[in-house]
C-alpha cells in the first residue's frame, strides 16, 4: 500500500544551525502538504506544493518537491527556539498520506 | 469562527464499551476526516467525508463507524473500544485544495 517514509524522526540542533527533514513517497503524488505540532498541541498546515521539482519559502523556510513528485523536503535556516516541533509531511493522492514526522529540538 | 471543535477533551474506557468521538466546524468546509496519531506513527487517516452524505475510509478504519448528516457534524464511533484503540484523535476539515485545520485532539485511553 501507500507509504510515506519521513526522516530524520528525530533532530537536535544548536540554535542557529541549520535543519533538514526529508520526505518519500512509495508512489507518485498529486501534490504534497506540510504540517508543524508543536509539543501538546495540534498539527497546523504550513505549505502546499503541487509542481513537479517546485521550490517555495516562507522566511528562514524552504521546502522543494522533486521532479518526480516521489519526495520532498523541509530546510529552515539559522534555527530558533520557536522551531521546536515536529513537522509532517502529508502526500495526498487519493486520500492523505501522512508521514511519521521528524520532531525537531533546538538547543539554546 | 470557532473553527474545528472536538469533545471531549479526554475520555477514560472500559474495553468493550462504546462511544461517539464529536467534532464540529463552522467554516462551512465540505471535506472533513479523522486521524489517530500513535508515538513514532505519525497520523493515520480512519475514515473521512467529502459532504454530507458521503464518507469513505481511509488507512486504519476497521472498529470504528463516521457519517455526516449535516456540513457541520462529523462524529466518530468506537463501537467496541479495545486496548488497541488508545491513542489521540484529531478531527480535521479543510476547503477544496487547501490544508487542513485540525482541532485540538480527544485522547482517549481504553483499559
Known amino acids: 500500500g501507500q507509504q510515506v517514509m519521513q526522516i530524520p524522526q528525530y533532530q537536535h540542533v544548536q540554535e542557529g544551525e541549520d535543519f533538514t527533514t526529508y520526505c518519500n513517497s512509495s508512489?507518485?503524488?498529486?501534490?504534497i502538504q506540510w504540517y508543524k505540532q508543536r509539543p501538546g498541541g495540534h498539527p497546523v498546515f504550513l505549505i502546499q506544493?503541487?509542481?513537479?521539482?517546485e521550490v517555495k519559502k516562507q522566511k528562514r523556510l524552504t521546502f522543494q518537491f522533486g521532479e518526480a513528485k516521489k519526495n520532498s523536503s523541509l530546510h529552515i535556516t539559522a534555527t530558533q527556539t520557536t522551531d521546536v516541533g515536529t513537522y509532517f509531511c502529508?502526500?495526498?493522492?487519493?486520500?492523505?498520506?501522512f508521514g511519521t514526522g521528524t520532531s525537531l529540538t533546538v538547543i539554546p | 469562527n470557532a473553527g474545528v471543535t472536538q469533545t471531549p477533551k479526554f475520555q477514560v474506557l472500559k474495553t468493550g464499551q462504546s462511544m461517539t468521538l464529536q467534532c464540529a466546524q463552522d467554516?462551512?468546509?465540505?471535506?472533513m476526516s479523522w486521524y489517530r496519531q500513535d508515538p513514532g506513527m505519525g497520523l493515520r487517516l480512519i475514515h473521512y467525508?467529502?459532504?454530507?452524505?458521503?464518507?469513505d475510509q481511509g488507512e486504519v478504519p476497521n472498529g470504528y463507524n463516521v457519517s455526516r448528516s449535516t456540513t457541520e457534524d462529523f462524529p466518530l464511533r468506537l463501537l467496541s473500544a479495545a486496548p488497541s484503540q488508545t491513542s489521540v484523535y484529531f478531527c480535521?476539515?479543510?476547503?477544496?485544495?487547501?490544508?487542513?485545520?485540525f482541532g485540538p485532539g480527544t485522547r482517549l485511553t481504553v483499559t
Open positions: 502529508a502526500g495526498i493522492s487519493n486520500q492523505f498520506y
Open positions: 508512489t507518485t503524488l498529486s501534490n
Open positions: 467554516m462551512n468546509h465540505e471535506y
Open positions: 480535521a476539515s479543510k476547503d477544496g485544495g487547501l490544508g487542513q485545520y
Open positions: 506544493l503541487v509542481k513537479s521539482g
Open positions: 467525508s467529502v459532504g454530507a452524505g458521503i464518507t
